[in-house]
């Protein structure tokens, strides 16, 4: 594991409140694991080469002490947005309704792509593009 940390790829870190749970709904998305078994407080998720770091917001360290008061205080999601492409887009809308998340955009032609918006269980926006053949 401690040789991979150092591959170029972009990281997207996030503060979660269950790891667990947060985990589970990335990799019903599509995302794979990368087993980690030296710390806990992260589980490291790849969807193509970019990496989706989820970080306990509890137990793992911050960089700074206003940065725990700031993001327990919530939301942490407040801002950022990512987007993900997937194959069948009412297939993930139906995955992120059955499971009571938030839909922020309900899906829609944008033209490039067809798109929606939903928040995950820590109000991170994710909008999932499918684009034509």
Do not use: C
């Not at 790829?9 to 995302?31: A, T």
Request: hydrophobic share 40%; net charge negative.
């Amino acid at each position: 594991m401690v040789g991979m940390m150092g591959a170029k790829q972009v990281k997207i870190g996030l503060r979660v409140k269950d790891l667990r749970r947060s985990g589970e709904l990335y990799l019903r998305l599509g995302f794979r694991e990368i087993p980690n078994d030296e710390v806990p407080t992260l589980r490291y998720l790849t969807y193509g080469n970019t990496w989706l770091i989820l970080i306990d917001q509890q137990e793992h360290d911050y960089y700074r002490p206003e940065e725990r008061v700031a993001v327990t205080a919530g939301p942490p999601g407040v801002g950022f947005t990512m987007a993900l492409p997937v194959p069948d887009l009412d297939a993930a809308h139906r995955l992120w309704r059955d499971a009571g998340l938030p839909i922020v955009m309900e899906p829609k032609d944008a033209g490039f792509a067809r798109v929606f918006s939903g928040l995950d269980p820590d109000g991170y926006q994710v909008t999932f593009e499918q684009f034509g053949d």
